[in-house]
C-alpha cells in the first residue's frame, strides 16, 4: 500500500479539480501511441504504391519497391508495441485459436494477418520473381539459398509467367487497397466507438485517422527517398520528389479540412463535455496540440510545400525544403496520435477535472523501449533493402 502511494503522489500533485481515484493513472501510455502511429506509416506506404500499379503514376515508379518494403518493415514491428503494453506476448497466438468476433482490438490479428500474407507478402513475392530467379543465378553460398527459398524455388521467367505475375500484382493491389484502409481505419473505429469519452466517439475518428495515415506514409516514402538516394551516390530525381510533395501537400489538405470539420463539429455541439475538453485543450494539450500537432506538424508544412508550387527555386533549396517539411510532418502526425490517445484519459469522467501523464524511462512502458520499437523497423528496412535491393538499375529486363 504505500509503495502504491508513493508512486501516486507525483502524479496527484498535477492533478486539478475533482476525478475519480481510478482516474489518477492512465491505463494507456507511449506504446499504445506508437501503435497506431506505425500501422498508420504502414497503411500509408502502401496506398502510395498502389498508385504506380493502379492509376501508372510514372513518376512515383523509383518509389514503388521502396514503398513495399518500407510498408512490410513498419508491419512487422506494428503489433509489438500492443503486445508489450497487453503483456504475455507468448498468449498473443490464442486469439486464432479462440477467435471473439465482439473484441475489436482482438481482431486486429486477424486484419494483421490478412494484411501481411494475402496482401503485402504476395505484392512483393509476385513483383520480385523474376528478379529473385536471376540474381539466384549469379550468386554463391548461403545468399543464393536464401534467394532461392523466397522465390520459393521457382524457375520460370518466360514471357508468359512475368506477365502473369504483373496481373497478379494488379489484383492483389486492388484488394491491397481496402485491406490498407481497414487496416488503419479499424483503429480510429476503436476509439470513436467508445461512446462513453466525448474525445473519441466521433463518427470522424476512422476516417481522420485514415487521412493521417496516408499522410504520415507518403512522408516517411519521400524522407527514405532523398535519405537513401544520396547515400548511395545516386542523383535524387525531382519529377518523382515533386510528385511525391504534391501528393503529401494534397492529402495535407484533406485532413487538415477533416480536422476542422471534427473541431466544428464538436463546438456545434456543444454537449456537457464542451467546457472540460475547452480546459484540456487550452491547458494540457496547448503545446501537443496547438503549437506542435496544428502549427509544427501541419501549417508550417502545408505553407512551405505551398509556397514551392508558385515561386520557382532551386533544386537544391527545394529540396532541403521538402525533406524539412516531411520531418515536421513526422512530429505532428505522431503527436496526433499522442493527443487522441493520451489526451482521451487527461480529463475525469465526471467532466471536473484534469489528471497527468508522467512518463517513465526504464519498463515495459518506458521511453527507451518505445524508441527502440520506433528505430527497429528501420534496422529491418537496411536488411530488406540489402537482400531485396529495390533500386531500379538492380531490375532485370
Same mark, same amino acid.
Given at each position: 500500500?504505500?509503495?502504491?502511494?508513493?508512486?501516486?503522489?507525483?502524479?496527484?500533485?498535477?492533478?486539478?479539480?475533482?476525478?475519480?481515484?481510478?482516474?489518477?493513472?492512465?491505463?494507456?501510455?507511449?506504446?499504445?501511441?506508437?501503435?497506431?502511429?506505425?500501422?498508420?506509416?504502414?497503411?500509408?506506404?502502401?496506398?502510395?504504391?498502389?498508385?504506380?500499379?493502379?492509376?501508372?503514376?510514372?513518376?512515383?515508379?523509383?518509389?514503388?519497391?521502396?514503398?513495399?518494403?518500407?510498408?512490410?518493415?513498419?508491419?512487422?514491428?506494428?503489433?509489438?508495441?500492443?503486445?508489450?503494453?497487453?503483456?504475455?506476448?507468448?498468449?498473443?497466438?490464442?486469439?486464432?485459436?479462440?477467435?471473439?468476433?465482439?473484441?475489436?482490438?482482438?481482431?486486429?490479428?486477424?486484419?494483421?494477418?490478412?494484411?501481411?500474407?494475402?496482401?503485402?507478402?504476395?505484392?512483393?513475392?509476385?513483383?520480385?520473381?523474376?528478379?529473385?530467379?536471376?540474381?539466384?543465378?549469379?550468386?554463391?553460398?548461403?545468399?543464393?539459398?536464401?534467394?532461392?527459398?523466397?522465390?520459393?524455388?521457382?524457375?520460370?521467367?518466360?514471357?508468359?509467367?512475368?506477365?502473369?505475375?504483373?496481373?497478379?500484382?494488379?489484383?492483389?493491389?486492388?484488394?491491397?487497397?481496402?485491406?490498407?484502409?481497414?487496416?488503419?481505419?479499424?483503429?480510429?473505429?476503436?476509439?470513436?466507438?467508445?461512446?462513453?469519452?466525448?474525445?473519441?466517439?466521433?463518427?470522424?475518428?476512422?476516417?481522420?485517422?485514415?487521412?493521417?495515415?496516408?499522410?504520415?506514409?507518403?512522408?516517411?516514402?519521400?524522407?527514405?527517398?532523398?535519405?537513401?538516394?544520396?547515400?548511395?551516390?545516386?542523383?535524387?530525381?525531382?519529377?518523382?520528389?515533386?510528385?511525391?510533395?504534391?501528393?503529401?501537400?494534397?492529402?495535407?489538405?484533406?485532413?487538415?479540412?477533416?480536422?476542422?470539420?471534427?473541431?466544428?463539429?464538436?463546438?456545434?455541439?456543444?454537449?456537457?463535455?464542451? !467546457?472540460?475538453?475547452?480546459? +484540456?485543450?487550452?491547458?494540457?494539450? *496547448?503545446? @501537443?496540440? %496547438?503549437? /506542435? =500537432?496544428?502549427? &509544427?506538424?501541419?501549417?508550417?508544412?502545408?505553407?512551405?510545400?505551398?509556397?514551392?508550387?508558385?515561386? !520557382?527555386?532551386?533544386?537544391? +533549396?527545394?529540396?532541403?525544403?521538402? *525533406?524539412? @517539411?516531411? %520531418?515536421? /510532418? =513526422?512530429?505532428? &502526425?505522431?503527436?496526433?496520435?499522442?493527443?487522441?490517445?493520451?489526451?482521451?484519459?487527461?480529463?475525469? !469522467?465526471?467532466?471536473?477535472? +484534469?489528471?497527468?501523464?508522467?512518463?517513465?524511462?526504464?519498463?515495459?512502458?518506458?521511453?527507451?523501449?518505445?524508441?527502440?520499437?520506433?528505430?527497429?523497423?528501420?534496422?529491418?528496412?537496411?536488411?530488406?533493402? !540489402?537482400?531485396?535491393?529495390?533500386?531500379?538499375?538492380?531490375?532485370?529486363?
Amino acid at each position: 500500500m504505500e509503495e502504491i502511494i508513493q508512486h501516486l503522489t507525483p502524479l496527484l500533485k498535477e492533478v486539478s479539480g475533482y476525478i475519480f481515484p481510478n482516474e489518477i493513472e492512465l491505463h494507456w501510455g507511449l506504446l499504445v501511441v506508437i501503435y497506431p502511429y506505425l500501422t498508420g506509416l504502414v497503411a500509408g506506404a502502401f496506398i502510395l504504391a498502389s498508385l504506380v500499379k493502379i492509376f501508372d503514376v510514372k513518376e512515383l515508379y523509383p518509389t514503388y519497391r521502396i514503398a513495399l518494403l518500407t510498408a512490410l518493415a513498419f508491419l512487422i514491428v506494428a503489433p509489438l508495441p500492443l503486445l508489450a503494453h497487453l503483456g504475455h506476448p507468448e498468449r498473443s497466438y490464442e486469439i486464432f485459436l479462440t477467435p471473439n468476433k465482439y473484441s475489436a482490438m482482438a481482431m486486429f490479428g486477424f486484419v494483421y494477418a490478412w494484411y501481411l500474407m494475402a496482401v503485402l507478402l504476395l505484392e512483393i513475392w509476385f513483383d520480385y520473381r523474376k528478379d529473385l530467379i536471376i540474381w539466384s543465378r549469379s550468386e554463391t553460398g548461403i545468399k543464393k539459398w536464401i534467394l532461392r527459398t523466397i522465390s520459393l524455388f521457382s524457375s520460370d521467367i518466360s514471357e508468359k509467367a512475368v506477365k502473369f505475375d504483373k496481373k497478379a500484382i494488379r489484383i492483389i493491389t486492388l484488394i491491397g487497397i481496402p485491406s490498407a484502409f481497414i487496416l488503419h481505419g479499424y483503429v480510429g473505429f476503436i476509439f470513436g466507438s467508445i461512446k462513453a469519452n466525448p474525445w473519441w466517439s466521433s463518427v470522424l475518428m476512422p476516417i481522420v485517422f485514415l487521412f493521417s495515415a496516408i499522410v504520415s506514409g507518403i512522408a516517411l516514402i519521400l524522407i527514405v527517398y532523398m535519405f537513401v538516394l544520396p547515400i548511395r551516390k545516386k542523383e535524387i530525381n525531382m519529377l518523382t520528389l515533386d510528385k511525391l510533395a504534391s501528393y503529401l501537400f494534397y492529402v495535407m489538405i484533406i485532413d487538415f479540412s477533416l480536422e476542422c470539420l471534427d473541431f466544428i463539429h464538436r463546438v456545434y455541439e456543444s454537449e456537457e463535455s464542451i !467546457k472540460i475538453l475547452g480546459e +484540456l485543450v487550452s491547458g494540457k494539450l *496547448f503545446v @501537443s496540440l %496547438i503549437v /506542435v =500537432q496544428l502549427i &509544427i506538424g501541419m501549417l508550417i508544412p502545408l505553407a512551405a510545400i505551398g509556397i514551392l508550387k508558385i515561386v !520557382k527555386v532551386p533544386n537544391d +533549396l527545394k529540396k532541403q525544403i521538402y *525533406f524539412l @517539411s516531411a %520531418i515536421l /510532418v =513526422q512530429v505532428g &502526425i505522431f503527436s496526433t496520435r499522442w493527443n487522441v490517445v493520451v489526451g482521451g484519459q487527461l480529463f475525469s !469522467k465526471s467532466f471536473m477535472g +484534469l489528471t497527468t501523464y508522467k512518463m517513465t524511462l526504464f519498463g515495459m512502458e518506458g521511453l527507451l523501449l518505445s524508441i527502440l520499437l520506433l528505430v527497429l523497423p528501420l534496422g529491418i528496412m537496411y536488411v530488406l533493402f !540489402k537482400f531485396l535491393p529495390p533500386w531500379e538499375e538492380s531490375r532485370s529486363n
